[in-house]
């Protein structure tokens, strides 16, 4: 992805449950760009944040088991003691999104704007970007992680429709991109649109 990028980014937002792949993108990021690095962000499920708060504390914690989210792949209570060594050096910011964010970026990648692609993201594959959203619409955290006109942001979906019953129920649109010919799947696309 970086060679492909005509130059790196400023701010990368990526989604975690134990903090693997989370910790691998920061890692390599930190290792390749050096001074150059990206702000670093980190994004759970509100229900499911381990992360958010080891980092608020400052060290491991095993958080308790509360109402599921529908981030399942993201569904974590304790932290990897590896990606927390790593996020906790190279990542600058942490953050939690709600259910309805993961679901409505999943229709915002399922029916694109204009002539963007459509793209098929899983509940937790998406997370990433549902942060930035909720990051762009604070002033104060916009500000804080100095996102304006000249950021160059990086996000990585990690899952496509692992469950595609349940991608259909939430998109109004099978993965495939075959609609479903319901009243809610109309009302999906014209507010995505």
């Known amino acids: 992805a970086l060679r492909q990028l005509p130059e790196p980014p400023t701010h990368v937002f990526v989604q975690a449950g134990v903090g693997g792949v989370a910790a691998a993108v920061a890692g390599?990021?930190?290792l390749v760009l050096g001074?150059?690095?990206?702000?670093?962000?980190?994004?759970?499920?509100?229900?499911?944040?381990c992360l958010f708060e080891t980092a608020r504390v400052g060290h491991l914690i095993k958080i308790e088991h509360g109402e599921p989210t529908i981030m399942a792949m993201l569904e974590c209570?304790?932290?990897?003691?590896?990606?927390?060594?790593?996020?906790?050096r190279v990542a600058d910011a942490f953050m939690t999104v709600d259910e309805e964010d993961a679901i409505a970026?999943?229709?915002r990648l399922a029916w694109p704007a204009?002539?963007?692609?459509?793209i098929v993201a899983g509940e937790s594959g998406g997370v990433g970007l549902a942060g930035l959203i909720r990051a762009t619409a604070n002033p104060e955290i916009r500000a804080a992680l100095r996102l304006d006109g000249n950021s160059r942001v990086f996000v990585i979906n990690t899952e496509g429709a692992t469950d595609p019953e349940r991608y259909a129920e939430l998109v109004g649109m099978r993965p495939d991109g075959d609609p479903i010919h319901t009243q809610g799947a109309a009302i999906r696309q014209h507010s995505a649109a």
Request: hydrophobic share 45%.
């Open 77 to 88: 209570y304790e932290p990897s003691r590896v990606a927390w060594q790593v996020l906790s």
């Open 28 to 30: 390599h990021l930190a």
């Open 114 to 118: 204009e002539n963007d692609p459509a």
């Open 105 to 107: 970026v999943m229709n």
């Open 35 to 49: 001074d150059r690095r990206p702000t670093f962000v980190v994004v759970e499920p509100a229900r499911a944040a």
